[in-house]
């Protein structure tokens, strides 16, 4: 193996002739890759099927992690409805809650937590 060229030291002639040889390696490299993927031949069915299984398995796993996470806002809108419910109460029973509906438990200021999820 040659001596690495530093390039404070290195002539033009030395560093063409490194670019030079890097040049034919990479000439080599790439027609070995060629003939890797020429030679390479059909995929494997058993590689296939076992990517295919995979990605199967993990659209079934997004799916349910999707339906979870539809549950889990739903729950989430609940309770915030119930906490939104209850603190109207608490203010109500305090005197403090004017525009309490004690039909459907909102202020009438809209003063729940978190309305955005509602």
Known sequence: MREPISR???SPRELGEAT???DRALEQLEAACAAKVAN???PDDEAFAALESDRARL??????ARAREGE?????AAA???LGRAAAEV???LGEGDGV??????TSGGEGLNEEAA
């Not at 659209?59 to 349910?64: N, S, T």
């Not at 889990?72 to 989430?76: K, P, T």
């Not at 509906?101 to 909102?106: K, L």
């Open 80 to 82: 915030s409805r119930a």
């Open 101 to 106: 509906s004690m039909s459907d438990g909102e």
């Open 40 to 42: 390479a031949g059909p």
């Open 8 to 10: 404070d030291s290195a």
């Open 20 to 22: 030079r040889r890097l």
């Open 72 to 76: 889990l806002e739903s729950a989430a």
């Open 59 to 64: 659209a079934a796993e997004l799916d349910a």
């Open 91 to 93: 203010r109500a029973a």
